[in-house]
């Protein structure tokens, strides 16, 4: 068909995304401390993934993770935190809940989960339901703290740690994956959709006088 | 105010909504008296200055239904747990 | 700079070397209009006494001549309006203003100027204007009041002048987290924040003023043998360098709330960022609301000196003996060249050997004790200062300031000395208010006659002056001992306690709560203008209860919430009452600490981010389709799509109608709130939740289905299909849609535990659109192409499917609002914009026409569907009409108590369609039904207008609205009456359902 | 003493030595006739007019702390009588209209002030409630007017009218609405029913009944028992608490509501606004502060003090509304218990316990209502039945499914 050419996905951020997210804005001078060097927040708008909602079928948690463990090698977490295997996560969201991820395979992820683990969980394709934001940087967690109510400091949140919470009025599930090459935290932010340009310009505005900078997935 | 989500751990009295009182138990629509049992369950309240069980739901986090016991006079959380 | 320099007129009043203001930055600012000139590092206040400026404002009632009377934020006299234009700022305290180039301020509440202050009148009218006196006027003529009485109290009311415009800089907020905060730093904090520091622990070091130290940089004292300066550059250099610790200055922690399980607690704290300049550096906000949570917490506030009451204390140069010590001592200003001291206390004789010290006279000392330590009597004489005891000032005199007070002597005469400054010490309040605002009461300590904590918050201690321990020594102790024991309480160890030697500061005391027979005014509260006279006039009218003092002559009730007024206050009323100043009690203490601004406390939340925006995946289309879009919860909606020449808002919606019932039409119904509900049960969890049957609903087919509260009432509507076994998805109003997830949470997690039911909003992951019309089909046809049959026999009504389409998960229901042969088609949100603009290309040559919630209203009025007017959560399921959909057969939400009588009750308003009986007649939503000539009166009420459209189908307006015993009356004639629009109609009672009622159209 | 001007003037040539205890504050007596227990506006508006509507003077009223300590000492003080229900429609206005000649019937000036109440629209289904609304008013003989946008602008500039989340499309508007002073009311009611021979005993908590064959001849009480023929609730917040003394659960709970001031500036807002799409209402004191509030902290309690998110959202929503409020600055924040019921209504009726009366279930409203309540439960207590304007309030009416519920959003009282 001529016109599947044009039939492509498009994300609520598009238009905010790289080109037109807000400017690397100065950072303030000494008196903010910031490191003048390089922005202390960047972000990157994450595409291509797969997202499902996986929820225990009543009384088949133990079959759920025996499952898990065959199909994706994956040791369900059953608290908030992140369990990862070859380009697949699980994260905890809730008693016998889970937010399953994959790098790539779009909604195709959600039926694949769908046929493995039918009969012992509800899954819910969200691949399109959610943006996923990363965000890192020497500033990030300060950035952050201006928008989550929650304790982000490594003693408190470590890496692999999840947590569902309100960003300036807006519902996302954020965890930590592995730090990055310059030793920075890497924050991985989920939210719905349709929030996603209301999201963007809380953060840009959080970020701002740290220096904030967008980069290409 | 401060309350520990079972699954979360403690969180930011924002993230919930209230429901109230813990007691309501759904009586039997079969039952003769269901009509006055209904009222009372849905209606009245014992309202107490002091320990007080209630549901909260965390709204903003794993989406749990908690039964927390507070004081109603202090706002001292005392316990919580999965109802 | 030099320039700048030369313009600067000179400072008479500073001194030479003291201080740690920077002399090598003066700084430039303005003051009713002059110039004057300071330096960087001092206040607003400092800079005005170094340039000799004592009167800088009128009080509140008697517009009295008012001068600088503290150094800290317990300031009552000195408000200012700060900065101009849009920026201004009423009442601020001119004592914790810091000083930067081209500060603008003017006085308050004197016209035209503070010098001559026409309202100064008031003073002479002073003997009426006792407490409460408005009380007891301005009632007859009772028209009066409004026209004449209130306007003139109105304007004489209030301090400085707000800005009306919009607030031009930017607020934000922020979230901390410690094991121990540590409020104030001042010796005691500073310690307690080192011991806790040394830890390990995460520290946060808060302190309102822009440098630490407290009282040390105010007094000159010396700890292990360095400055107290010295020492605390030390002690923050080193907290500087530990990487869990954070110093917060010009940081005031302004309330004490909440905590929690394990003792976290949450604080609220005001950070300035940028006040101390003349606008916010780039991205940048002017103030920042912190909330600190803090596992422990040491209160190191400090104390707050007490003014002494007596005739004319208010006069400009009367001024807090600890505070001319910080301008001597901090700031390098002498805020007078001929002092007196007035105390009742050791701390009063201080203020005079730092006068002394700094080259100022000191006429004398006037004690009201009858017996000092002699050392302090040496001291003074080597000074050639006359020391007078067991004596009292009774007044004072001059004009604008201070230039003479009148002193009874111990043998009752009378002496006047010529001062042009009155330091006067009563005593201190240590500031306990942090400590109480959880609810605990203070404890009085007969000690130091003042208040000190009583029983602290969880988690929470005290140390230093605040607790009463005024001596340096103890306050370093203190300090110490709690930050190392708060460290403790949260697993980490402190070591070793640091200690220090200090000089020794400790004071004797004993207390004069007011002088007898002064002459003149004795001020209690300044800023409010509350005399010893008005708690005498409230105790003899019976306002003895301290709440009641303070409501009736308004003490303590200024900015100031009575820092300096309110233990004075007490103590005069006990002394009234034969009371002990514990019986009168204190009144409580309330957040804020000191006041914070409105911006601050909403942060960034403001203009169009005041809440956030949700879109659907086809906004930027409707956008470019130039859609009008309309609020509806937070989503942003289409409401119409308006076309080249269209002049108004009706022609739009009626073609967008028309297009619809004529051919096809296409509208964004995403909003919707739609839930996956699965698992074994959830068949019969849905018969629980709605009020008909879903058990029975076979697997690829959709039901409509009406849900109600628990007391009965409707709740919400909407379709529910089976998709697949054990996998239904409902559909929810747009503004229901998070409470009846909410609800269904309650009913599976807490109601019905054993139910195998999993539920999940998927509202986010499908851009549904609706398509809507006799070419529907064909459009469709055209859009799927082989990927679905949609014929009537394949697809019938009410039918739905899950299939893929352009390899995506597509899901097709055969549902419709607008009662038109109708479909509404899913895609994967990534895929709504690409999806919207296949299916307008489909329908290019059927003319499909965009259509908006405005046209989607009109056509389901049209069809009589109940919507958001209708389920107002005071309708029952009759009322709407719908009562036969209650299952006989099963219990459901709300099934018992909606068969109350109230609910029962045949005269209820019940749902009916209206149309005008002159068809040019307009409708107005929110008309009350009344009978053709009845008087209008609530008694001949009988219904109202829910909703009313103008059918361009019917070519009339038509309405749906709800009316006693309703549906026995269709074709009755009423008159719909509108009166606050100017809208009287006679109208027919006709059924709902006014277009196709046979809903023929559905089922082509 | 009169109050009068003259009276003022001629005190202050005596340094008002004259003027004697505004009420006596009485100590109890054995019995009374009819014993309020709550010294609040509602106990004491009572007491009033008991004894001057009624002729029954042998009354006490009895508060546990000082007068007003409650909520009528801690409300945002607004009155007005724009009703929806036809339930609540004519008490409100009674009761508007016994404000409008409340200062000549108790001689205290309580501050009346008639400047208007506007609710602010922003949707045309909010204009078409509010015209419904509007209409009920006007039914009624109540005055109301609907304001377009360009209304609004000409009353209120400063609004935000160009940059707002929830553009203003405009406001039902209530001329006779207002605010009044809220302890002048209660020291005004004091002053006037201890005139008339009322006790008014402060610092005497009620702590139990007394029970004579199942019907309540008297209470106990921290200065001991006190006996009456008839005892009347009218303690707000602590309804429940005195309900469960004599067995009964109500459909109540109480919660907090907080409220705020300013420091005090130079005439701003002129009349009261409240703002529908966020939680927000403001007015401006005779004093100068502005006053302003917004929702319940939402959990049920008794500590009369809130927590920080609901600081936050009412200041978000002030300066959604009002952005030059940004400077402007907050000077102390509180709370008062609401009684709310299960409807947002309230209810002044017998109760199951002969000799017990209730007055209860004001929720944030019953300021407003102070006169009228008065009126009516004092009407109540003399004749043994309900006056004509308050006989929706029955307690019953739960039961019954006759409730009144203008928020609609049923048995949930934090949403009301
Ligand atoms: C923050 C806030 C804002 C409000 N704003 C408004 C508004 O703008 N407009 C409006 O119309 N309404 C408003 N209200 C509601 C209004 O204040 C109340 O509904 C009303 O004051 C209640 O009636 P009352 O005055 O009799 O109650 P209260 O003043 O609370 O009187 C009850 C009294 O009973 C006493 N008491 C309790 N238990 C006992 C006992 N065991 N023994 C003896 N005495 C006892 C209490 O001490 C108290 O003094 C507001 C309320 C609050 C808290
Ligand atoms: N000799 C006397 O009679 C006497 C009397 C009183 C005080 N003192 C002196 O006072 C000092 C007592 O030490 P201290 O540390 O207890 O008190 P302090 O007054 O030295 O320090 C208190 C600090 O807390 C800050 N602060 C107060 N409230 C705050 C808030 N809400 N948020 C943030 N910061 C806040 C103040 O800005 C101040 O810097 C000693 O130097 C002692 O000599 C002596
Ligand atoms: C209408 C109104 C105006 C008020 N104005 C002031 C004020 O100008 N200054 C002040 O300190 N408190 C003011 N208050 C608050 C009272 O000081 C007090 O906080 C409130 O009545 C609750 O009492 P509580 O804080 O002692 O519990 C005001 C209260 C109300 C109801
Ligand atoms: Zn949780």
Redesign the interface.
């Known amino acids: 068909m001529s016109d599947s050419l044009a039939f492509a996905p498009r994300s609520p951020l598009a238009a905010v995304g790289p080109a037109a997210a807000a400017p690397v804005s100065a950072p303030a001078p000494a008196a903010a401390a910031v490191p003048v060097a390089a922005p202390g927040v960047t972000a990157a708008v994450l595409d291509g993934f797969g997202l499902a909602t996986v929820l225990a079928r009543k009384g088949s948690s133990q079959t759920l993770a025996q499952r898990a463990r065959e199909r994706f090698g994956i040791d369900l977490p059953t608290a908030p935190t992140l369990s990862a295997a070859s380009g697949v996560a699980f994260a905890g969201t809730g008693p016998g809940a889970w937010l399953a991820m994959a790098d790539r395979g779009g909604n195709g992820f959600a039926a694949k989960l769908m046929t493995d683990l039918d009969g012992v969980a509800s899954v819910s394709d969200q691949s399109d339901g959610y943006v996923l934001i990363r965000l890192t940087g020497a500033r990030v967690r300060d950035a952050l703290s201006k928008l989550v109510p929650i304790d982000l400091h490594p003693r408190a949140f470590k890496a692999g740690d999840v947590a569902s919470t309100v960003a300036s009025h807006i519902g996302v599930t954020l965890w930590r994956p592995a730090d990055g090459p310059d030793a920075a935290h890497v924050f991985e932010v989920a939210l719905f959709r349709s929030l996603a340009r209301s999201f963007w310009h809380a953060l840009a505005d959080a970020a701002a006088e740290y220096g904030f900078a967008v980069h290409p997935p | ?4 989500c ?10 919930f ?5 813990a007691g309501f138990k ?2 039997d ?2 039952a003769p008296d ?3 049992r ?3 369950e ?8 002091g320990p ?1 069980e ?2 909260w ?1 965390h ?7 908690i039964k927390v016991n ?1 004081n ?6 005392l ?2 747990s ?2 | 700079m030099s320039s700048a320099r030369d313009r600067i007129p000179s400072q008479p009043y500073r001194l030479p070397h003291h201080g740690i203001v920077d002399r090598a930055h003066p700084l430039g600012f303005e003051f009713d209009g002059r110039r004057y000139s300071g330096f960087a590092g001092d206040t607003l206040a400092s800079a005005l006494l170094a340039a000799g400026v004592r009167l800088v404002g009128r009080s509140f009632k008697y517009h009295r001549p008012r001068g600088i009377v503290a150094a800290g934020s317990e300031e009552p006299n000195a408000l200012v309006e700060l900065r101009s234009g849009a920026r201004r700022e009423a009442n601020t305290r001119a004592t914790v203003a810091e000083l930067f180039e081209g500060l603008v301020a003017r006085s308050q509440n004197a016209w035209p100027s503070v010098g001559f202050d026409v309202g100064a009148v008031n003073s002479l009218l002073s003997p009426i204007f006792v407490a409460g006196f408005y009380y007891k006027t301005f009632m007859w003529p009772a028209a009066f009041w409004e026209k004449l009485y209130e306007p003139i109290i109105r304007r004489a009311a209030g301090l400085g002048r707000a800005s009306h415009d919009s607030d031009p800089d930017t607020y934000d907020k922020a979230h901390a987290f410690c094991d121990v905060l540590v409020i104030g730093g001042g010796p005691a904090g500073l310690a307690a924040a080192l011991a806790a520091g040394r830890s390990g622990a995460r520290v946060i070091l808060c302190d309102e003023d822009f440098v630490l130290g407290g009282r040390l940089n105010g007094d000159r004292h010396v700890i292990d043998d360095m400055s107290g300066r010295d020492w605390v550059w030390r002690v923050e250099t080193e907290l500087r360098s530990m990487p869990g610790v954070r110093i917060m200055a010009r940081t005031t922690v302004f309330g004490t709330y909440d905590d929690g399980l394990t003792g976290a607690r949450t604080f609220g704290a005001l950070e300035r960022v940028s006040d101390h300049l003349a606008v916010p550096q780039a991205h940048r906000p002017r103030q920042r609301l912190w909330k600190i949570i803090a596992r422990q917490s040491v209160l190191a506030a400090g104390a707050v000196e007490r003014p002494l009451v007596f005739g004319g204390n208010d006069r400009p140069g009367v001024m807090m003996a600890a505070a001319v010590r910080t301008y001597l001592n901090r700031f390098g200003v002498a805020p007078g060249r001929r002092a007196a001291i007035f105390t009742s206390g050791d701390d009063g004789w201080r203020t005079a050997a730092d006068l002394v010290q700094a080259g100022v006279s000191v006429e004398a000392v006037i004690d009201s004790r009858p017996d000092v330590d002699p050392a302090l009597v040496r001291a003074a004489e080597r000074g050639h200062v006359q020391v007078l005891l067991s004596s009292q000032v009774v007044g004072t005199h001059g004009r604008q300031r201070l230039s003479s007070i009148s002193v009874r002597g111990a043998d009752g005469r009378l002496a006047r000395f010529a001062v042009d400054l009155l330091a006067v010490s009563g005593g201190w309040n240590p500031s306990v208010a942090l400590s109480t605002h959880p609810g605990e009461k203070p404890r009085w300590s007969p000690g130091i006659s003042a208040f000190v904590p009583g029983d602290l918050p969880r988690a929470m201690s005290a140390a230093g002056a605040c607790t009463g321990s005024l001596a340096l020594a103890d306050s370093l102790k203190e300090g110490a001992g709690a930050g190392a024991r708060a460290a403790a309480a949260t697993g980490f160890n402190a070591g070793a306690v640091p200690a220090w030697k200090s000089s020794d500061d400790r004071v004797r005391s004993s207390p004069l709560w007011f002088v007898e027979d002064f002459d003149g005014k004795a001020f209690v509260d300044f800023q409010h203008d509350v005399t010893y006279e008005d708690v005498v006039l409230a105790e003899r009218e019976g306002y003895r209860s301290v709440e009641h003092l303070k409501r009736y002559t308004t003490l303590g009730m200024a900015t100031d919430q009575g820092k300096t007024s309110s233990v004075n206050g007490l103590a005069i009323m006990a002394a009234l009452t034969g009371r002990s100043i514990p019986d009168v009690g204190t009144t409580s203490a309330r957040p804020p600490y000191t006041p914070v601004s409105i911006g601050a406390l909403a942060g960034s939340h403001r203009g169009k981010h005041f809440r956030p925006t949700r879109l659907t995946a086809g906004h930027d289309w409707a956008q470019e389709r130039g859609a009008t879009f309309v609020e509806t919860g937070q989503w942003l909606r289409a409401q119409w799509f308006t076309a080249p020449g269209e002049t108004n808002w009706q022609e739009t919606v009626s073609r967008e109608v028309r297009a619809v019932r004529s051919s096809v039409g296409v509208c964004d119904v995403s909003t919707l709130g739609k839930i996956d509900i699965q698992g074994a049960d959830a068949g019969a969890f849905l018969d629980r939740v709605y009020i008909n049957m879903f058990s029975t609903l076979p697997v690829g087919k959709a039901r409509y289905g009406l849900m109600l509260r628990e007391d009965g009432f409707v709740m919400d509507d909407g379709t529910t299909a089976q998709l697949a076994k054990d996998h239904y998805v409902m559909s929810t109003t747009t503004a229901n849609a998070a409470g009846v997830m909410q609800h269904l949470e309650h009913a599976r997690q807490v109601l019905w535990p054993e139910l195998d039911v999993q539920i999940v909003s998927v509202t986010e992951q499908w851009a549904q659109y609706a398509i809507a019309g006799p070419k529907a089909r064909q459009l469709l046809e055209r859009l799927l192409g082989d990927a679905f049959e949609v014929s009537d026999r394949a697809f019938p009504y009410l039918a739905c499917s899950q299939f893929s389409w352009r390899n995506l998960p597509v899901r097709l229901f055969r549902i419709s609002f607008s009662g038109e042969l109708a479909y509404e088609f899913a895609v994967p949100a990534r895929y709504g914009d690409a999806a919207i603009r296949a299916i307008v290309r489909a329908g290019e040559t059927l003319d499909v026409t965009p259509y908006g919630t405005e046209a989607l209203g009109v056509m389901r009025i049209e069809k009589g569907h109940v919507a958001g007017n209708e389920l107002n959560g005071t309708t029952t399921a009759a009322d709407l009409g719908l009562g036969r959909m209650m299952s006989k057969k099963k219990d459901f939400i709300g099934r018992v108590l909606a068969e109350r009588p109230g609910l029962t009750d045949p005269e209820r308003p019940t749902l009916i369609g209206v149309k005008p009986v002159d068809r040019s007649a307009r409708l107005y939503g929110g008309a009350h039904f009344l009978a053709l000539g009845a008087v209008p009166s609530l008694e001949n009420d009988q219904g109202y207008l829910t909703s009313v459209a103008y059918s361009p189908m019917l070519g009339h307006w038509i309405g749906l609205g709800f009316l006693k015993r309703g549906p026995e009356r269709h074709g009755e004639r009423l008159r719909a009456f509108c009166p606050i629009r100017g809208g009287d109609a006679e109208v027919e009672v006709v059924s709902p359902l006014f277009f196709d009622p046979e809903g023929g159209r559905l089922h082509v | 003493m009169r109050y009068s001007i003259f009276n003022l003037v001629r005190q202050a040539f005596t340094h008002h030595r004259g003027w004697g205890p505004a009420w006596r504050d009485a100590a109890p007596k054995r019995a009374y006739d009819v014993i309020i227990v709550g010294g609040g506006g509602h106990g004491l508006a009572t007491a009033h007019y008991l004894s001057k509507v009624h002729g029954i003077s042998n009354v006490a009223v009895i508060e546990k702390g000082w007068i007003g300590s409650g909520n009528a000492g801690r409300n945002t003080t607004i009155i007005r009588s724009n009703y929806l229900l036809p339930g609540n429609n004519p008490f409100y206005e009674l009761s508007m209209k016994l404000w409008e000649g409340l200062e000549q019937d108790v001689n205290y000036n309580a501050m009346v002030s008639q400047r208007g109440v506007l609710n602010l629209y922003h949707s045309d289904a909010q204009r078409d409630a509010y015209a419904r609304r509007g209409n009920g008013m006007l039914l009624h003989g109540v005055d109301a007017e609907l304001l377009d946008a360009q209304g609004v602008k000409r009353m209120l500039p400063f609004l935000d009218f160009d940059n707002a989340r929830f553009p203003i499309q405009g406001g039902l508007l209530q001329r006779r609405g207002g605010t009044a002073r809220h302890d002048a009311v209660v020291w005004g009611y004091a002053r006037a029913a201890s005139s008339r021979g009322v006790d008014i005993i402060q610092n005497c908590e009620v702590t139990g009944f007394i029970r004579d064959s199942g019907r309540i001849v008297g209470v106990e009480t921290t200065r001991g028992a006190i006996r009456a023929q008839k005892v009347g609730l009218a303690v707000a917040g602590s309804t429940s608490r005195l309900a469960a003394m004599a067995d009964l659960r109500l459909p109540i709970e109480s919660h907090v509501l907080q409220a705020f001031v300013t420091e005090a500036i130079k005439p701003f807002i002129p009349g009261v606004v409240t703002f529908g799409a966020g939680h927000f209402y403001i007015s401006q004191s005779d004093k100068g502060s502005l006053v302003f509030g917004g929702d319940l902290d939402g959990y049920n309690s008794y500590a009369q003090r809130g927590n920080l998110p609901t600081v936050e959202d009412v200041c978000e929503g002030g300066m959604a509304l009002m952005p030059a409020l940004g400077r402007v600055r907050v000077l102390r924040s509180w709370g008062g218990i609401m009684d709310m019921s299960m409807d947002g209504s309230p209810i002044i009726d017998h109760t199951p316990v002969p000799g017990l009366y209730l007055n209860a279930g004001w929720c944030y409203g019953g300021f407003k209502a102070t006169p009228a309540s008065g009126w009516c439960f004092a009407h109540l207590l003399a004749r043994d039945e309900p006056h004509e304007v308050a006989r929706a309030y029955r307690l019953d009416r739960f039961a019954k499914g006759y409730l009144i519920d203008e928020k609609g959003v049923g048995a949930q009282p934090n949403l009301h």
């Open positions: 105010m401060r309350i520990q079972p699954f979360c751990g403690e969180r930011d009295l924002s993230e909504s209230y429901r109230g009182d759904r009586p629509a079969a269901a009509g006055a209904f009222f009372e849905v209606y009245l309240r014992d309202n107490p200055a007080h209630e549901l739901y709204l903003y986090g794993c989406r749990s239904w507070r109603t006079r202090t706002h001292e959380i316990a919580v999965r109802p």
